[in-house]
């Protein structure tokens, strides 16, 4: 997805990598692909964002590694669709962590050796749908929100000390949160309704060198962050009832 398209732009920048994610495989073939197309090396850390002390561990294999972490991305990502009620008590709590709690931790980690450095690059990837309270993504949309409004605070504490700190705002793109069985992709790509995760991923790591605020890529996503936020709430409410009722 979108993470595995950042590291390509930072390993052709000739940055060295460390991956870390749950996913083992693709670890793998991250770095088979990232050290056979560039001259880098890729370390991978096969663990799970959402735990509690995950940002320690990452933290801690770097010490171990001895190595200055020059960019933090912070872009892990999960989806739960349904009600909050209706959910998984471990869901929730994943998702309070891996959105919020450990993106945090990892900033306040690598972010004091950044302010001491003078020089340093953070990324935080939020999501469109953090600018209203869409139900049934309840868990999603707001804890991206707080990853957004928490970079943005986090930009003014280090431009100062001369690190650069961006906030990517994606909108529906091509990765694994979406299910390929129930969206035509190729009808959204083409109607430039979702975007390609290789196109998200260049824009954000252009933004981030460039020292810009905020990125969000495509001129419909820039039109749902700026507008929507001027609907009504209570239309949201209605038609939420309204979809409930029909049993959509």
């Keep these: 997805g979108i993470g595995w398209h950042i590291a390509r732009e930072l390993a052709a920048l000739g940055y060295g990598?460390?991956?870390?994610s749950n996913q083992r495989e693709q670890l793998g073939h991250l770095k088979s692909e990232l050290e056979r197309h560039f001259q880098i090396r890729v370390r991978i850390l096969d663990l799970n964002l959402s735990h509690q002390n995950a940002a320690s561990e990452v933290y801690a294999f770097c010490k171990e590694?001895?190595?200055?972490?020059?960019v933090l991305v912070n872009n892990a990502g999960m989806m739960h669709y349904g009600e909050v009620a209706n959910a998984r008590e471990d869901t929730v709590r994943s998702i309070l962590n891996l959105h919020m709690h450990t993106p945090v931790m990892l900033c306040r980690l690598f972010g004091r050796h950044m302010q001491a450095e003078g020089k340093g690059y953070i990324l935080n990837v939020s999501s469109?749908?953090?600018?209203?309270?869409?139900?049934?993504?309840?868990?999603?949309?707001?804890t991206k929100n707080f990853?957004?409004?928490?970079?943005?605070?986090?930009?003014?504490?280090?431009?100062?000390?001369?690190?650069?700190?961006?906030?990517l705002?994606?909108?529906?793109?091509?990765?694994?949160?979406?299910d390929t069985s129930k969206i035509n992709v190729s009808l959204a790509i083409g109607l430039r309704i979702m975007k390609q995760p290789e196109n998200v991923a260049r824009a954000g790591v252009k933004a981030l060198f460039r020292n810009?605020?905020?990125?969000?890529?495509?001129?419909?996503?820039k039109f749902v962050v700026f507008l929507f936020p001027l609907i009504p709430?209570?239309?949201?409410?209605?038609?939420?009832?309204?979809?409930?009722?029909?049993?959509?």
Aim: proline share 6%; with cysteine.
């Design 17 to 20: 990598i460390v991956a870390v």
């Design 169 to 178: 705002i994606p909108g529906a793109t091509d990765t694994a949160l979406y």
């Design 147 to 167: 990853l957004r409004r928490f970079t943005g605070a986090l930009r003014h504490e280090m431009k100062a000390v001369g690190v650069h700190v961006t906030c």
């Design 233 to 248: 709430v209570f239309i949201i409410g209605w038609i939420y009832k309204l979809v409930k009722r029909k049993g959509w």
């Design 212 to 221: 810009r605020a905020i990125r969000i890529p495509g001129t419909v996503n």
């Design 128 to 142: 469109i749908s953090s600018v209203m309270p869409y139900p049934k993504i309840s868990l999603y949309g707001p």
């Design 65 to 70: 590694q001895k190595l200055q972490v020059e």
